[in-house]
């Protein structure tokens, strides 16, 4: 099974900066299928990105995925009040597919 | 507009029994692989991270379970009432969880999600 680890565990930033999450998988992911989500407060977790770069109908450009191999990263480029909430990365390339812990997105 | 609607969630002793249905309309269900995807209660009002559950393929002739649910959940389809369901036996007390639909390989529409719990 491929462990996904996300760090930081939470990052305090103010809206307009720029935040930068990683995920770091444990064996190379398969076809770079790795995908981000955002998960708000009593809400369904919703898809930013997936096969690591490739925005999500709908999704602000704003958000951008990069990476492959064992090593993904998400990047807001300028924090909008609405982005504050928890993220996670999943990898679906390989079965049993898994999700990272998250990096909970906070308000400085 | 893409929908899916899980019911079935409830309260449930250890060692029983519960059935989630997840209604999909909106698209057309039959082109598409499912999944069940869980998330734990955490402290306070918090909640603990996603747990991925459950795999079946768009005809429903490949399947696969996590490890922790592999004997006790059964996945299935119906593609002719736009239907996806989890069959839970042996319900433990750490099968409590919000329980998500979720459709695509990766997970391009999730439903609101239903709250089973396990408790005596």
């Known amino acids: 099974e491929i462990v996904l680890t996300q760090s930081p565990g939470t990052l305090s930033l103010s809206p307009g900066e720029r935040a930068t999450l990683s995920c770091r998988a444990s064996q190379s992911v398969s076809s770079s299928y790795l995908a981000w989500y955002q998960q708000k407060p009593g809400q369904a977790p919703r898809l930013l990105i997936y096969v690591a770069s490739t925005r999500a109908p709908g999704i602000p450009d704003r958000f951008s995925g990069s990476g492959s191999g064992t090593d993904f990263t998400l990047t807001i480029s300028r924090l909008e009040p609405e982005d504050f909430a928890v993220y996670y990365c999943?990898?679906?390339?390989?079965?049993?597919?898994?999700f990272g812990q998250g990096t909970k997105l906070e308000i400085k | 507009e893409v929908q899916l609607v899980e019911s079935g969630g409830g309260l449930v002793q250890p060692g029983g029994s519960l059935r989630l249905s997840c209604a999909a309309s909106g698209f057309t269900f039959s082109n598409y692989e499912m999944h069940w995807v869980r998330q734990a209660p955490g402290k306070g009002l918090e909640w603990k991270g996603l747990?991925?559950?459950?795999?079946?393929?768009?005809?429903?002739?490949?399947?696969y379970y996590a490890d922790s649910v592999k004997g006790r959940f059964t996945i299935s389809r119906d593609n002719a009432k736009n239907s996806l369901y989890l069959q839970m036996n042996s319900l433990r007390a750490e099968d409590t969880a919000v329980y998500y639909c979720v459709r695509g390989q990766a997970g391009s529409k999730w439903g609101q999600g239903s709250l089973v719990t396990v408790s005596s």
């Open positions: 999943q990898q679906y390339g390989n079965s049993p597919r898994s």
């Open positions: 747990e991925w559950v459950s795999y079946i393929s768009s005809s429903g002739s490949t399947i």
